[in-house]
């Protein structure tokens, strides 16, 4: 099977960050290959665009709560690292939504799903997460669905 589109354009983003000795985002795109990697033989699969994006969207969101912690301990100097490899990661991933685009998707699937009430979150959340993965944060995608459905 051949490779994916974004597996490629991340081993050759890799290849011009060895030329250049650009030794962080090296790092960074070497451990995005390696987590690509360890699905692959996990879970015997070669990952498709949209299952490569969603591990992607896995490592922002581990380097968020990573920098939230540094930060809160005093070491903005591992907080900054983090936020260096979210800008090399949201590199390829799809332009993020916005606050307008995300409360219309929320709104139209309500609408769909019949929501009314609490009850029906996962209902909307399953609605709402295939059409917003690697686009936006699922924790404040959770608290507009919760506000909305309140």
Known sequence: MPESPLKTQINDAMK??????EKQ???TLRLMLSEIK???VDERIDPDDARITSILDKMV???RD?????SEAGRDEL???EQSEIEV???FLPQQLTEAEIDAI???AIADSSASSMQDMGKVMGCVKGQVVGKADMGQISQKVRAALS
């Open 61 to 63: 969101k581990q380097r």
């Open 106 to 108: 929320i709104k139209q």
């Open 16 to 21: 011009d960050a060895m030329r250049a000795r």
């Open 66 to 70: 990573s920098i939230k912690q540094f």
């Open 79 to 81: 907080a900054a690292q």
């Open 89 to 91: 990661i949201q590199e």
């Open 38 to 40: 360890k699905v692959e």
């Open 25 to 27: 985002r090296l790092g």
